[in-house]
């Protein structure tokens, strides 16, 4: 089944405290991009990815990192999360940058 | 810099009653469209898209919207809702020259009410 997978689902931490979201797709797409979603703001990009080593920031990169090793990975890092990062986040992976197809989301409180 | 407008916060309709639901986005340019509905705690799935050719376009569970590039708009409708479509529905658009950056609009609450 053709699908994008993010772990963890749920995550509660402290400030400070290093986390890594992960995300995975089978659909040998090479566009990759992370999303937040808060509460009357809609989605925004955080970093995309059009290919295994290109990365680059979008509206919100501060406080993120990225990396693209491998076509189906896209891992979003969190190296000193802050309370204002407690949010819900998505990858999302399309052929094209066009369409894109959205994992189940991981939300994130941080404390 | 591009934005998407979506007027309509949230929207509250009784089963069978008709659905538009208002999208505006600012860009000079040749754009893609975009609809996605999430429903309660799941992830967005894509209802509908425009990237040229005929400005009605068809998605799926009976939803439809239209480009019309002089108001630069590109409404949701649906001629009845069912209490399924209970979800909060997201415009977005990319730049036709810069696809990796997809641009959501604040979205829009719908609440169908049996």
């Known amino acids: 089944e053709a699908q994008v997978t993010q772990n963890p689902r749920y995550l509660i931490t402290v400030t400070g405290k290093k986390l890594t979201v992960t995300c995975s797709q089978n659909m040998n797409h090479e566009y990759m991009s992370w999303y937040r979603q808060d509460p009357g703001l809609g989605l925004r990009q955080i970093y995309y990815?059009?290919?295994?080593?290109?990365?680059d920031k979008g509206d919100v990169p501060e406080g993120y990192k990225v990396s693209r090793k491998e076509k189906r990975n896209f891992p979003l890092i969190l190296e000193s999360p802050s309370p204002n990062q407690t949010s819900l986040y998505f990858c999302?992976?399309?052929?094209?940058?066009?369409?894109?197809?959205f994992g189940p989301g991981t939300r994130l409180t941080v404390t | 810099a591009q934005s998407v407008s979506q007027h309509n916060h949230h929207v509250i309709l009784s089963e069978a009653a008709s659905l538009e639901l208002g999208c505006n986005y600012s860009y000079g340019g040749t754009v893609n469209l975009f609809w996605y509905v999430q429903y309660p705690g799941q992830h967005l799935q894509l209802l509908l898209k425009?990237?040229?050719?005929?400005?009605l376009v068809k998605g799926i569970k009976g939803f439809e919207a239209e480009f019309i590039k002089s108001k630069f708009s590109f409404n949701l409708r649906k001629p009845s809702v069912q209490w399924s479509d209970t979800a909060e529905y997201f415009c977005a658009v990319n730049a036709q020259s810069s696809a990796n950056k997809l641009i959501f609009g604040a979205g829009t609450r719908l609440a169908v009410h049996p």
């Open positions: 990815s059009m290919n295994v080593e290109v990365t």
């Open positions: 425009y990237f040229s050719g005929d400005p």
């Open positions: 999302a992976s399309s052929l094209s940058g066009n369409e894109q197809y």
